[in-house]
């Protein structure tokens, strides 16, 4: 049983990584704050001003994702949480 979790718990550690390098400018930082940025320990960053600017494009670009399918009501649901 404990191999199998530990199998899952890699998979979606794999799959976070992956979608992390598809996000545009993740790759441009350095490699500590991807690593911290993976872990969320933000107090940690090297670049903070970097991180905030990719952070305002991402929200940017998915508040226009959710206008442009209709669904805004789920940021609240996510803010909210």
Known sequence: ??????GRIT???QHVVEFAKRLRGFM???QNDQIV???????WLQEQAK??????????AFRLLL?????????ARVAGV
């Open 28 to 30: 441009d930082l350095c």
């Open 11 to 13: 998979e979606a550690i």
């Open 67 to 75: 206008r442009r399918t209709h669904r805004e009501g789920l940021l």
């Open 51 to 60: 991180v905030a600017r990719l952070q305002g494009h991402l929200e940017v």
């Open 37 to 43: 940025l993976l872990k969320a320990d933000r107090p």
């Open 1 to 6: 049983m404990w191999q199998r979790c530990a």
